[in-house]
């Protein structure tokens, strides 16, 4: 009698199994057929980035004022904790800016502080993250990569700070003959 009942429990267990086996082989049918495919050919098509994504560095140009925002106060330079970034300044007070502007991406851990530090809202993070090369140089951006309208706006862009320099040093050349003039610095 014991050997029965373990026969038909042996059966039963054999029969649980093989049912089980065909539900899994449904669960994978109904995923292959009746699901929407994910996947994406990827040189051929791109996936929509989020508009929080970290990807390639660009820095805003201000048609308005013909210049780039960037004033070179070397914030975000002093921010990163990877020494990516280095800049050459231009002038000082509230004309300044900058005509060099470099960016060294192979060290770069895309942590955002350098953007967190900038007042001015002069650098940011855009969509682009397609940087993979094989030349290691690649990794390396000038303020002509980074510019938005490119190697053009970065002429304005000196064009502009250059002319408001020289017209901030003519005004406080005036102001220092003015003033000289004025203390009797004149003698006959």
Known sequence: MATEIRRDSSLTDFLKGFLSIFKGMSVTF???????????????????????????????????????????????????????????????????????????????????LCIEACPFEAIYMGPAYELASYNRDASKFRIEDLAQGGARAVAENNVTIEALLAEDAAKKAAAGQTSHSESGGETA
């Open 30 to 112: 109904r995923n292959l057929v009746g699901r929407e495919k994910i996947t994406v050919q990827y040189p051929y098509e791109r996936v929509e980035v989020s508009p929080r994504y970290r990807g390639l560095f660009y820095l805003p140009y201000d048609p308005e004022a013909k210049r780039l925002k960037c004033v070179g106060c070397t914030l975000c330079e002093q921010a990163c904790p990877t020494n990516v970034i280095s800049m050459n300044k231009l002038g000082a007070g509230k004309n300044a800016g900058v005509d060099e502007f470099n960016m060294d991406l192979g060290r770069c851990m895309f942590c955002n």
